[in-house]
């Protein structure tokens, strides 16, 4: 089993129960296709970095998860058919991928205190922390110290 990441642009003047239609579409396909989606995340409505098809914003969505090259062609065909899908791009991620490892790995993560939460309960708020000093050596362009 391969870990893939599928990224694509929905369009943004789609009301949300079409655009609820086609996240459950998308991952049945993986599912169907002896998939797993280990992770969808809609990313919001975003300018494009260029227009398509006349529209200049887009629904992102970073969907990541774990099959075979098969599943990958059915899901690019489906996100090709599919009008509301302005454009895609997958990534192999990993080649040899085992679910269940991924699957304690995020258990653990859940699990274990986020080092942010940890900082800030220590840090009274409004305050920042403190950056390291400059170094006061010039350098040259190689990045060595030059000696005075």
Known sequence: MRKYETFFIVDPE???ETNSVLDSK???IVT???GEVLTYVPWGKRKLAYAIG???RGLY???EYAGGSKLVA???RNLRIDERVM???TVMLEDRFDPEKERERLAALAAAPVAEEERSATQPEGEEEAMPEDIDG???EEGKEEEE
Request: charged share 35%.
């Open 14 to 16: 789609l009301p949300d």
């Open 26 to 28: 998308i991952q049945a």
């Open 32 to 34: 169907s296709n002896g």
């Open 54 to 56: 006349r529209r200049t």
């Open 61 to 63: 969505v970073l969907m």
């Open 74 to 76: 059915e899901l690019e």
């Open 87 to 89: 454009k895609f791009i």
């Open 138 to 140: 010039e350098f040259d």
